[in-house]
């Protein structure tokens, strides 16, 4: 897997908007699907989105379906997740990641032995 640093995260009011932004460091960017996944306190790290290398397919878990966009930039290396009509229930820390292809990464992420430091989102109601 790429070597990610996670940004944008903070703290929003209940209805309010982010846009989390993932850097990764590696020259074969564009081959990999990307990820997002988040960790609530005291809760397992779970599926948020997914885009593949191209950025033509996207899967979504279904508690951000409508809500929450992926998106990649292979030039800047980078994928982003618009984060809309945020609710307090989206309050955990967000990691990215990637993975060969969209089907892995939607399933095997709990697998993975490395992840960045991710970015803390709080929502309040």
């Known amino acids: 897997q790429a070597h990610v640093v996670e940004s944008g995260g903070g703290l929003v009011q209940a209805g309010g908007s982010l846009r989390l932004s993932c850097a990764a460091s590696a020259h074969t960017f564009g081959k990999f699907a990307m990820g997002w996944f988040r960790q609530a306190p005291g809760k397992e790290r779970e599926f948020v989105a997914a885009?593949?290398?191209?950025?033509?397919?996207?899967n979504y878990a279904d508690f951000v379906r409508g809500r929450f966009t992926i998106s990649r930039d292979n030039a800047k290396n980078t994928v982003y997740l618009q984060m809309n009509s945020l609710q307090p229930e989206d309050t955990a820390v967000y990691y990215c990641?990637?993975?060969?292809?969209?089907?892995?990464?939607?399933?095997?992420?709990?697998?993975?032995?490395?992840w960045g430091q991710g970015t803390q989102v709080t929502v309040s109601s």
């Open positions: 885009i593949s290398w191209n950025g033509g397919s996207a």
């Open positions: 990641n990637s993975d060969l292809n969209l089907d892995t990464i939607t399933t095997m992420f709990k697998s993975y032995a490395y």
